[in-house]
């Protein structure tokens, strides 16, 4: 027994000594805290001109872009714009794939109970657009006997819901509000309600599609956000005040100035 003793206690201190240690540094050990991105990844519809879209180098332009890209300079943040598809904005950013999205989103009580939104930075509306040579649209209650396009999961296909009903066949759903006003082109829908600035621009760069504009009263105002995770405070935080600060400085009018021609809020 004394020879047992004396061939493993050498062994047995040694165990005994590495037992310690580690549990010393078990107790040692601090929570680590969880890592913030080095670059946000931005969410952007690739197709919504003039707020963001793809120029000929596949780089993600327009007045959101610049509006983002003034944020994050100023809250010293580093930003990557990656085209998502309009339809599956939020399920990006709540599985976190997105870490903010922008592209001219609808501040709406029903978004609002999955993300937080910043302060409002752009005010729009619903408008029609119809082909030059239809004179009985004068009102959004006359489409109710038309066929209908809209971007898929926007406002404009929730307030033609509301007055055809949702599953009508008569709404024609597309995934960007630039290939509905193709279709309208071409006649395969009558009229298309969409965002008064993307009608707007398109109609501008494709002066040859002949459309008019109906504007309607029973259209609410809208008004875009910025989106986030739920819950996330510190960066909704970060992205109001640099908010605030390029509309103190004067370089949020100049975007505007740049892209709608008047200093839009």
Known sequence: MKQFLRRYAPVCALAFGLMAVTACSKKEEAPVAAAKPSIYMVGVESAYAPFSSENEKKE????????????????????????????????????????????????????????????????????IAVPQNNTTVKQFSDLKSLKIGVQSATTGDEVVQNLVGKNNPSIKRFDSTPLALKELETGGVDAVVADDPVVKNYITNNPSASFRVVADASFPKEYYGIAVRKGNTELLAKINQGLADIKADGSFAKLNEKYFGSDKK
């Open 60 to 127: 993600v332009v327009g007045f959101d872009i610049e509006v983002m890209q003034a944020i994050a300079k100023k809250t010293g943040i580093e930003v990557k714009f990656i085209p998502t598809p309009f339809e599956g904005f939020f399920n990006f950013l709540a599985q976190g794939d997105r870490d903010l999205l922008i592209s001219a989103i609808t501040i709406t009580d029903e978004r609002k109970q999955t993300v937080d939104f910043s302060t409002p930075y752009f005010e729009a509306s619903q408008l």
